[in-house]
């Protein structure tokens, strides 16, 4: 569906083609297969071989290593179109964004060489691993733990809410290390820990337990991790040196942001496209809803929810391709972003009417799905809480 919402001024020749082969696979694979293979819980082989062609994965990864090379405002819109179609989909490729995005940023050369043309090519998938059971967001209060034996550490411990946990082959790890820092935040290291795709005991020492049934989200595999004096050597330390997982995460994390937001974005449009047609379809009292003032105001907040959390998320892309810290914009992008989106899918839910209550529907995935984003890559209340943080940084007294 052709739409004047969410444009975007400037891109180049290139990042309109891209975005439209996107879009034209979007459309033709991704949307007609989404609701059944939802409902299935069953992860997209063939979506993702068709985006390992498109050259998806390597999207964002220098061209010297076998990627595109792309900005993260290429690699942002091309989310959002994915999202548009199925947004578990683009779910699979941020995990894996993050984790190529840590190798290219933070890893040695040795590490780069070996994984980044490995994950351009999608032979590779990508996971990353922060959070644990007892601690969400809170970070500093992760207890697995990596232990210090010749030239390798011994990991034991649990990871929680690992998106990509069973097809993924390559898992950045956050544990403590613990190894005489001053601060909790310096004794964090990032592990670049390879396995095999699947369940169960997948290397010695290291499981996957199964999937955690979740109310929408579906199809992406999300797991725990549990590690019982699991052995890695320590060239397999993310950048070589122990005690910088916090901040090497954390700079992971800034980029998903964008990536939520994006999403967020793709299926707020998605559920307004779909209640504005519904509303021209749809009659009552003689002529379509869509006639009806009550339901002109409703279109009328919802587009502009759409077009503002657009805006708000290309210019925290465009900061952060410009090399510019970006925290700040990209927190409100993916804090206005979520909540709108929300919004928007809710208010599209109400316009269906009974009909959105039937799983027949797409609006009734969407409606399961949004609340994820209020969460993913920190809560809206952590989004708030940082940029309530870094506005007294920029206006202190």
Same mark, same amino acid.
């Given at each position: ?36 293979? =939802? ?18 994965? +390597? ?19 091309? !989310? ?5 179609g199925w947004m578990? !989909? ?12 840590? !190798? ?24 990353f691993s922060m ?12 207890? /697995? ?10 990991? /034991? ?31 964090? /290291? ?54 910088? +997982? ?9 980029? +998903? ?43 009328? =907040? ?16 465009r900061r952060k ?7 700040? =914009? ?68």
């Amino acid at each position: 569906m052709s739409s004047r919402l969410a444009r975007t001024e400037g891109l180049t020749e290139q990042q309109r083609e891209i975005l439209a082969a996107v879009r034209e696979f979007t459309e033709r694979e991704i949307m007609p297969v989404a609701t059944e293979l =939802e409902h299935a819980d069953e992860y997209p082989e063939k979506i993702v071989a068709g985006m390992r062609e498109l050259g998806i994965f +390597g999207l964002m990864i220098p061209e010297e290593y076998g990627g595109l090379g792309e900005s993260l405002l290429t690699y942002a819109l091309a !989310v959002e179109e994915i999202a548009r179609g199925w947004m578990s !989909v683009s779910g699979i490729i941020n995990t894996h964004f993050i984790v190529s995005h840590l !190798v290219l940023k933070h890893g040695t050369e040795e590490q780069k060489r070996n994984y980044l043309p490995r994950l351009a090519a999608g032979e590779l998938r990508g996971a990353f691993s922060m959070s644990e059971p007892h601690c969400g967001s809170d970070v500093s209060a992760i207890k /697995t733990r990596a232990v210090r034996d010749g030239d390798e550490y011994v990991i /034991t411990g649990q990871k929680y809410w690992l998106t990509n946990g069973g097809t993924s082959s390559l898992v950045a790890v956050l544990v403590v290390t613990d190894e005489g820092a001053d601060s909790v935040y310096r004794n964090m /290291t990032t592990f670049l820990v390879e396995k095999t795709p699947g369940f169960g005991e997948v290397a010695p020492g290291m499981t996957i337990p199964g999937k955690i049934d979740k109310m929408g989200y579906k199809g992406v595999d999300t797991t725990e991790l549990v590690f019982d004096g699991f052995r890695i050597g320590a060239d397999q330390v993310l950048g070589g040196k122990n005690g910088r +997982g916090f901040h090497q995460m954390m700079d992971g994390v800034e980029v +998903g942001r964008v990536n939520v937001a994006a999403r967020a974005c793709g299926m707020g449009r998605r559920a307004f496209e779909l209640a504005i047609d519904y509303a021209q379809q749809r009659e009552t009292f003689g002529k379509p809803i869509a006639e009806h003032q009550a339901i002109q105001f409703k279109l009328a =907040e919802m587009a502009v929810k759409v077009e503002a959390a657009h805006q708000m998320m290309v210019m925290a892309a465009r900061r952060k391709d410009g090399g510019e810290r970006n925290d700040l =914009e990209a927190g409100m992008a993916k804090y206005l972003a979520g909540e709108y989106c929300k919004e928007v899918v809710e208010d599209s839910f109400r316009i269906h009417g009974g009909f959105a209550y039937s799983k027949e529907t797409e609006i009734e995935r969407l409606y399961r799905e949004a609340p994820m984003l209020l969460i993913g890559e920190g809560t809206a209340e952590v989004q708030k809480m940082i940029i309530g943080r870094r506005l007294l940084e920029e206006y202190r007294r």
